[in-house]
């Protein structure tokens, strides 16, 4: 398992806060609209709700593409790049 993961399943406490601080970032305006432009997406290309692993992903260059949802979820600062 991951340091991070690890270290909020020992400390409930700031797991919770973690997870204050998440919501509020998400119910910021900017983040609905990219979360809604990408359901969007999502669901014109028929793979919402539909359990094939596969996610929209936002690109360098502002597109968007589809990939694996672990690849997508995994980007953490630019260590993996959404290809062309």
């Given amino acids: 398992m ?4 690890d270290y909020y399943k020992k400390n409930p406490k700031a797991r919770r ?3 204050k601080q998440q919501a509020e970032y998400n119910k910021r305006p ?3 609209k990219k979360r809604v432009e990408l359901n969007k997406i999502n669901r014109r290309s ?3 709700g539909n359990r094939d692993g596969k996610d929209v992903s936002h690109c360098e260059g502002g597109g968007t593409r589809m990939e694996s ?6 980007r953490n600062r ?3 790049k959404c290809k062309k």
Avoid: D, P, V
């Fill in 2 to 5: 991951a340091k991070t993961s």
């Fill in 17 to 19: 806060k973690r997870l």
């Fill in 30 to 32: 900017e983040q609905k």
């Fill in 46 to 48: 028929g793979t919402y």
């Fill in 69 to 74: 949802a672990k690849k997508n979820r995994a």
């Fill in 78 to 80: 630019g260590k993996l």
